[in-house]
């Protein structure tokens, strides 16, 4: 029998990346007497003075979360989080002062954790309570990468490959030089020649001598990818040539080559998962996808033209070492043709088995969701509710709340902001209510699961999901 339980609150920031797997939990969560507030990331943030108290599950618990969460305590949410971006990280001592906060640390009851190697990571952060609950779950991208689960995405791989043909994907991760907009790289363009720059978003938290090292490295590689993809195009007239930008990389620059070219093509549309289950192969340096790739068995390689064992070994070694390495042009084509002719899979021994499964938890047995809800069940079990703030406390954080968005809303349209309106759409262009309900239709069917669902919309880009 279904019981009732504590709201929760699933923000979505990158909607192609986190959409999906969130809507998976959502849907695990339901079929437990979870009912879950899904949408987009800032709206939610917007108006959580109009939810009821809930736990809510944030990707992130930097310095940046602190104001939100000192809103969300006043207003009576536990947070509980992971962090989307610590399966492929800096050196501990950067992660640390980047990713991490001991003061939003403070309002955080419970951890999840991607692997063990993320866990064990958390545990030598200084700021870290011995007493704070981590749980290696798994995180729900993870899930997504599972063969009886990526079947989510066949239709959608289906469809690529009508659309593309046989393609080779290039994913591209040039968002430390190349951002959607200069403040948000490493370092802020100057305005005079001689002028030091300042940080820019990315480089926050990191040494100025390892920022300055990371971009001159990056911007190297950058420029040696905007050669490769033309060459590609040459050596592999049978193939079309795909270039996925990160997220949050500026497209234009790869635009302006696929102009160029006959048969280049520059997408950042859907999950990458169904790309993957498209491409031949994957080219890549030091990317999160290389992982991804890895564990689903599809042939990755690691471009690597120029080398920096500082910043491949103490950032990038988890994608590098999961992926065939190539240091050439010649030895990259070689690989490619090995790989087109089915002489070549997937890099795979024991070796790397070991690793990815150090990194990544629930590649088998219960899903990383169904892990996660059981914590979620733990938490909330006996509670017919989260206790309520004061009086005092629940007007602060409505006004809290209220001035924060207004303030938010206003820097957007500043000169100069690192996140203007434009930046939010690009991230969260949104989807329509039959959308949802078709992709959840559907994970149910993976799933095998037939408990019906509520699925409605409650504000702009956010939705309830309700047995």
């Known amino acids: 029998m279904m019981t009732t339980q504590v709201p929760l609150i699933i923000p979505v920031e990158n909607q192609v990346r986190e959409l999906d797997p969130k809507l998976l939990l959502a849907c695990v969560a339901a079929r437990r007497g979870f009912s879950s507030i899904i949408g987009s990331h800032r709206k939610i943030d917007f108006r959580i003075a109009s939810f009821p108290r809930s736990l809510y599950l944030c990707k992130s618990f930097t310095v940046m979360n602190l104001k939100m969460f000192q809103i969300m305590s006043k207003l009576g949410h536990e947070i509980v989080s992971w962090d989307e971006e610590a399966l492929v990280h800096l050196p501990a001592d950067m992660y640390f002062s980047r990713r991490l906060s001991p003061r939003s640390l403070k309002y955080v009851s419970h951890l999840f954790a991607w692997g063990d190697d993320n866990a064990t990571l958390w545990r030598q952060y200084p700021g870290m309570r011995k007493a704070m609950p981590i749980h290696v779950t798994g995180n729900p991208r993870g899930d997504l990468l599972r063969p009886e689960i990526c079947n989510f995405y066949q239709a959608d791989a289906g469809e690529i490959r009508r659309s593309y043909g046989k393609f080779i994907l290039v994913n591209t991760n040039f968002n430390h030089v190349n951002a959607f907009f200069p403040s948000q790289n490493l370092f802020r363009p100057v305005n005079k020649a001689g002028e030091a720059p300042g940080f820019g978003k ?3 938290g990191m040494s100025r001598e390892f920022a300055e090292t990371l971009r001159d490295h990056k911007q190297v590689l950058f420029d040696h990818f905007r050669q490769l993809i033309p060459m590609l195009e040459q050596a592999f007239p049978d193939c079309t040539i795909v270039v996925r930008p990160h997220p949050t990389e500026n497209q234009a620059v790869y635009d302006r080559i696929a102009d160029r070219c006959q048969r280049v093509r520059v997408t950042n549309e859907g999950n990458v998962v169904a790309w993957l289950m498209a491409t031949e192969a994957l080219i890549h340096n030091g990317c999160t996808t290389g992982v991804e790739a ?15 064992d500082r910043i491949d070994q103490g950032f990038y070694h988890l994608p590098n070492q999961l992926s065939h390495q190539c240091f050439s042009f010649e030895e990259l084509r070689t690989t490619l043709e090995r790989i087109l002719r089915g002489e070549l899979g997937a890099a795979d021994g024991e070796e790397r088995s070991s690793l990815i499964d150090r990194h990544i938890a629930a590649r088998d047995g219960s899903l990383s969701c169904e892990r996660m809800v059981d914590v979620l069940e733990s938490i909330s ?11 005092s406390s629940q007007l602060a954080g409505l006004c809290l709340a209220n001035g924060r968005r207004l303030l938010k809303w206003f820097k957007s349209w500043l000169p100069g902001s690192h996140a203007p309106p434009e930046f939010h759409r690009h991230r969260y262009p949104g989807n329509t209510l039959e959308d949802l309900r078709q992709r959840i239709t559907r994970l149910q069917h993976i799933l095998g699961d037939n408990t019906r669902l509520n699925v409605e919309q409650v504000h702009d880009q956010i939705f309830r999901i309700s047995a």
């Open 381 to 391: 079990q006996g509670r017919s509710g989260l206790p309520g703030p004061g009086p």
């Open 294 to 308: 890895c564990a689903m068995g599809v042939p990755a390689i690691s471009y690597r033209p120029v080398v920096n």
């Open 202 to 204: 990315a480089g926050k």
